[in-house]
């Protein structure tokens, strides 16, 4: 008898320009749908205070990322500042065939990466307001001079002409509503015919 269809997980991406509050919608969306298994990419910068390795980023050596990429390991990768991002392919795989369901933190660079190899992913572009609040949203953290600020205000407002693309935009002018237009998505994507072939293969075979 053979085995019953699993369907493949649901592979989310999700990108912002820095300050739209993109990683706080990741986390509450994750607390809210703990099914979700969260995408951990690899750096070669060094961890800020409160990181973990293996939670927030796989932690590795520029030699060993450059190593890497040499070797096709990553799916998508960027350098960033001065320092290299990547995601592995092999690890999505892992997931998706189980069945999990993966969400990706990246820019819309790694983003279109992704679409190329996963043409089946989900992908959602937070904004903020608009740009002024952007900028005082990125004045408010504090820990970067000002000159960083600007590079970063500069770079967003690159990053927010990617949001044509994308198939949901999420305005996040309320953290709240932002929060459950996100897992409205995800929900809605959960319950699309063309995900739900095994499930659905199942019940045939029940007749």
Known sequence: MSKPLIDKGLIIVISAPSGAGKSTICRRLLAACPEIEFSVSYTSRTPRPNE?????????????????????????????????YGTSVNAINDVLNQGKDLLLDI?????????????DAVFVFVLPPDTDELMKRLEKRGHESQEAIKTRFSQANSELKEVLWYEYSIFNENLETAVQQMISIY?????????????IDRIFKLY
């Open 107 to 119: 820019e819309p660079r790694g983003a279109k990466a992704i679409k190329k190899q996963f043409p």
């Open 52 to 84: 973990i390795d293996g939670k927030d980023y796989y932690f590795i050596s520029r030699d060993d990322f450059q190593r890497r990429i040499d070797e096709g390991e990553f799916v998508e990768w960027v350098e960033n500042y001065g320092h290299f």
């Open 187 to 199: 929900r809605a994507e959960k319950c699309k015919t063309n995900r739900l072939h095994g499930k």
